[in-house]
C-alpha cells in the first residue's frame, strides 16, 4: 500500500488566493482526519469524517475554511480566501474502526505559504 | 487548547543514553499512543496503551500510564542518532474517536 498521499507537497501562494489541498487515504479506512501544525499553535485538529461524512469540524478556524470527502478516497481541504496566517503544514491522516487500533497513519503533509 | 501538555519540550542527550518524555491529559481516555515525527515528515505511530495497561513494551520503547495521574511517559533506552525527532503523545477521549496531540517533545541524539 503506498500510504496516505497529499498533493501538492508544496504550496506558495499570494493572499487573498484559492488554495486546493488534497488527499488520498489508505484503501479501505473508513476515518480521514485533516490536521495542520505550526510552531506557535502544535498540531491541531481540523476536522475529521468517517465513512466520507463530516463528524466533527470544530477545529476549522473560520469560514474561510471547508474540507469536502466526494468518495471514500478522496478528500479536499480548501481555503478561500488565504491569508498569510494560514502558512502551516497540513497533514491528512487515515485510520480504521476495524481493531480497534486508533492508530491514525499520517501522509506527508502540504507545506502552504502564503504571501 | 486542543492539547495535552509534553515535558520537557526539547531534549538533547549522548548516543546510548536514555531518554524519558512524559505527557499529561485531561480527560478520562480509551487509550493513549506515541508517535515520533522526523523532520519535514508527517507522524509515525509507535505504540498504544489502553487505559486499562499499566505499562507496554516495544523494543526499546517502554510507555506507562497512570490514569490516576492522568500522565504517561516514554522512555527509549539506549538512544541512537537516529531516534532523533520529535514525540508526540495522543489521547483518546472515552466516547468518542476525537485524538488528542500533545504539544511534542524535540529529542536531539548526539553521536
Redesign the interface.
Known amino acids: 500500500d503506498a500510504g ?1 498521499i497529499q498533493s501538492p507537497r508544496h504550496e506558495v501562494t499570494e493572499m487573498g488566493q484559492e488554495v486546493t489541498l488534497r488527499c488520498k487515504p489508505i484503501s479501505g479506512h473508513d ?1 480521514l482526519f485533516w ?1 495542520r501544525q505550526t510552531m506557535m499553535r ?4 481540523l476536522i ?1 469524517f ?1 465513512n466520507n461524512v463530516p ?2 469540524d470544530s ?1 476549522m478556524p473560520e469560514d474561510r475554511f471547508s474540507a469536502k470527502m466526494p468518495n471514500a478516497s478522496f478528500s479536499t481541504l480548501k481555503i478561500q480566501p488565504s491569508e498569510p496566517r494560514d502558512s502551516a503544514v497540513y ?1 491528512c ?1 487515515s485510520s480504521t474502526s476495524a481493531g480497534s ?9 502540504t507545506r502552504l505559504t502564503v504571501l | 487548547s ?2 495535552g501538555e509534553e515535558d520537557p519540550q526539547a531534549l538533547s542527550i549522548q548516543e546510548g543514553e536514555n531518554a524519558t518524555m512524559n505527557c499529561s491529559y485531561k480527560t478520562s481516555i ?2 493513549l ?1 506515541w ?1 515520533r515525527q522526523n523532520s519535514g ?5 509507535l505504540i ?1 496503551i489502553r487505559s486499562n495497561e499499566r505499562e507496554k513494551h516495544s523494543g526499546r520503547l517502554r510507555v506507562t500510564l497512570d490514569t490516576s495521574k492522568k500522565s504517561s511517559s516514554l522512555l527509549i533506552t539506549a538512544s541512537r542518532a537516529a531516534d532523533t525527532a520529535s514525540y ?1 503523545c ?1 489521547s ?1 477521549n472515552t466516547g468518542g ?8 517533545t524535540r529529542l536531539f541524539v548526539k553521536a
Open positions: 496516505v476515518y490536521y502544535g498540531l491541531e485538529l475529521y468517517n463528524i466533527d477545529g497533514f491522516a487500533t486508533d492508530t491514525q497513519y499520517f501522509g506527508p503533509g | 486542543q492539547q480509551n487509550n499512543q508517535y515528515r508527517g507522524l509515525v505511530h498504544l508526540f495522543a483518546k474517536f476525537k485524538t488528542i496531540f500533545g504539544a511534542g
